[in-house]
């Protein structure tokens, strides 16, 4: 069965200093991996997302994720955080097991916290 | 184009009352998810149609029902409000495939009293 490990579940960086989200994932087969954003009382926002393609994947905001099979991780980066980047950030897979729903499965969540 | 459109925002139910959540999809997008996100965690899934034709189901029990119309969008029917039913209640989209990236709505914040 396939599941995301997000390994912090509060992070905090002084603006313009470098973010890293940490996600570790367990699947039986090539996984699919996202990662979104959830600013306070809004929907989900999708940052980026892996599907087997280049292991270093770009997303919006200057945000990036590697995928590392050898890890099982895919780590979310930037350079350098804003204040607009806080928020609640999900490490997701999608279920590509046998039913082949495509369901989204979301880890427990990490808030980052941006200080001025 | 417009993006996923949840309605209402916000409800107040009472325990043990009904509701019915409405979802509309992404133009061209004919696939719909239904997921649940209580404070402090991470969405989990009760729903996936395609085609009106109910795809998958997460672990919810029985008094969480939900359809797809002909346009594609979808209502999510709760019945027997639990005051642990309060949550977020996301609706997602995408194309069709599996393989594509699901597109979220805004959400509807029920709240049972």
């Known amino acids: 069965a396939q599941s995301v490990t997000q390994l912090d579940s509060h992070v905090s960086v002084s603006e313009g200093t470098p973010v890293l989200l940490r996600c570790n994932y367990s699947s039986s087969y090539s996984p699919s991996l996202f990662w979104y954003v959830q600013h306070p009382n809004k929907g989900l926002q999708l940052l980026l997302k892996y599907t087997s393609a280049a292991t270093l994947v770009k997303g919006i905001n200057g945000f990036e994720a590697e995928f590392k099979k050898s890890e099982t991780s895919f780590h979310l980066t930037k350079p350098s955080a804003h204040m607009s980047d806080a928020a609640e950030y999900f490490c997701v897979v999608s279920d590509r097991g046998s039913s082949n729903t495509g369901k989204l499965i979301f880890g427990q969540g990490t808030t980052l916290q941006v200080k001025p | 184009d417009a993006g996923v459109t949840q309605s209402p925002t916000h409800l107040i139910k009472t325990r043990g009352q009904q509701v019915t959540l409405r979802c509309s999809p992404i133009?061209?997008?004919?696939?719909v998810s239904w997921y649940q996100q209580v404070l402090g965690q991470g969405p989990q899934f009760i729903f996936q149609y395609y085609e009106k034709e109910e795809r998958g189901r997460g672990n919810f029990p029985d008094r969480f029902s939900a359809r797809q119309f002909p346009n594609y969008s979808s209502e999510l029917n709760v019945n027997a409000l639990l005051l642990g039913d309060s949550a977020l209640y996301l609706c997602?989209?995408?194309?069709?495939?599996?393989?594509?990236?699901?597109?979220f709505g805004p959400g509807t914040r029920l709240t049972v009293l």
């Open positions: 997602a989209s995408r194309t069709g495939t599996s393989t594509d990236t699901q597109y």
């Open positions: 133009s061209g997008h004919k696939s």
